[in-house]
């Protein structure tokens, strides 16, 4: 009868260590958005499909726009091959546009999997905004390297213009990958190149996944927005435990010592009564 405790004891103990840490098939979330401008707005619309081989849980996207930024409703799950769809309508006031330009979008498409862990997509889409599409004055390497517990990449920004050029760049990453740092000025002068170097954090993305991540340098010439957005791939080969899977093992550890010392308690006590039974029986 102990042995029988002892077993159950471990199966619930493997159980609790498991438990918030297995992960689920297979998830692939495509989205589209149109952006479409009147007097004074800007509206997105957004679908997002699910085209993999499981439900997607507590989808939602977040959308990013000059100044604004804002996270558009969950909707509980979205099933595989199924659709969701949300609109937002920026107020062009509240964006900050000092001039006429091309501005990122950035979206994230944030969904769980059957077992509740957090998975993120980010996308990057080009908003011209009262200007028509033009090439920026500026050119870019983005170059990313394989994510263990830590990661790097580095942008390399190049001035081809007869003038000066000063701005922004910055990393749009997934929300698995932290930057303490991403976003830093630039300044190059004129026939110049410069690197650019920036590290991560593995907080979360699983060995054998892939991000799409975004390099973004923005820049203002000739009283015109300029955006140059880089997109690259990278693969993660590690992945660092977090406190909560340490804090998880450590209540499953201590909860087996409860378990098992119950188990021995009660065996005991069980032996005992019955020796106590056995000298009351007469002879």
């Given at each position: ?12 103990n ?18 589209k958005?149109r952006?479409?401008s ?28 000059g ?67 033009s ?114 093992i ?34």
């Open positions: 009868m102990m042995r029988r405790g002892l077993i159950f004891a471990f199966i619930l493997i159980m609790m260590l498991t438990s918030g840490v297995l992960h689920a098939g297979s998830i692939s979330m495509v989205s958005t952006v479409t009147g007097r004074g707005w800007i509206e997105v619309k957004i679908i997002i499909s699910n085209r993999g081989n499981e439900d997607a849980l507590v989808v939602f996207p977040s959308l990013r726009l100044e604004v930024e804002v996270q558009l409703k969950q909707v509980p799950y979205i099933a595989f091959g199924g659709s969701s769809s949300w609109v937002h309508r920026f107020n062009v006031k509240r964006l900050s546009f000092k001039q006429s330009g091309v501005y990122p979008l950035f979206l994230m498409t944030n969904y769980h999997d059957a077992n509740m862990y957090p998975f993120s997509m980010p996308k990057i889409l080009l908003l011209h905004y009262r200007f028509k599409p090439d920026p004055p500026l050119k870019g390497i983005f170059d990313v390297g394989k994510v263990n517990h830590t990661g790097k990449a580095e942008v390399m920004l190049t001035n081809p213009s007869q003038y000066d050029l000063s701005g922004t760049v910055e990393l749009f990453l997934p929300n698995e990958l932290v930057s303490l740092a991403p976003k830093t000025q630039f300044h190059l002068p004129e026939g110049k190149n410069i690197r650019i170097p920036f590290r991560f954090e593995n907080a979360g993305a699983l060995p054998g996944s892939s991000y799409r991540v975004y390099a973004v340098a923005q820049l203002v010439h000739s009283a015109i927005h300029y955006s140059l957005v880089i997109p690259e791939i990278i693969k993660v080969v590690g992945y660092r435990s977090t406190g909560n899977t340490s804090l998880r450590a209540g499953a550890i201590v909860f087996l010592i409860i378990l098992f010392a119950a188990t021995v308690y009660f065996e005991v006590r069980k032996v005992g009564k019955e020796n106590e039974f056995e000298q009351c029986l007469p002879r």
